[in-house]
């Protein structure tokens, strides 16, 4: 995505969290930079799906930093706009962002997490090759409501 697409962004983001708060770890109050948290570094991106000249689809990749760790990319801020939801959007972005990890060296897998109720995001991520590894038992707070956060992960080579 471009610089010029913050504004889009923002609002597609603050729309979600508002809309969607049982999806998220993050509440629309945090304190959370609300633009693009990428910029087209290899090993790092955000891909997004406009439709009407709409933002309808977001998702970042970033690969970890550590010296130890740089085999791993985190998969986050992934959501999808509510008209589009349903319609295959996000399977076709996110093969598109497993496409592209194919070309970032020595990177082994993709981690991410999901909030455990959030059982549609869960099937998608299955269909492509996810698998659960750990679960945090109310790992997140919403008013008196504790929830489960599920961690996944999707070797891409081995």
Known sequence: ??????????????D?????????RIAAGDDVPAEI???????RLTLGAFEKNALVWIVSLERDRGVKLRHKALLFRMLVA???????????????VLSRTQGID???????TVLERNQRARDLYRSLGFVDFALEPEA?????????????????RR
Not at 37 to 43: I, S, V, W, Y
Not at 140 to 156: I, K, N, S, T
């Open 82 to 96: 509510s008209e589009v939801a349903g319609r295959g959007v996000g399977n076709s972005l996110l093969l598109e």
């Open 140 to 156: 997140v707070r919403m008013d008196a409501e504790y929830m489960g956060e599920v961690q996944m992960m999707r070797f891409l």
């Open 1 to 14: 995505m471009r610089q010029d697409d913050d504004p889009a962004y923002r609002a597609l983001w603050r």
């Open 106 to 112: 020595d990177l082994r897998c993709i981690h991410l």
């Open 37 to 43: 948290p990428t910029r087209g570094a290899e090993d």
């Open 16 to 24: 979600a969290l508002q809309q969607h708060a049982q999806c998220f």
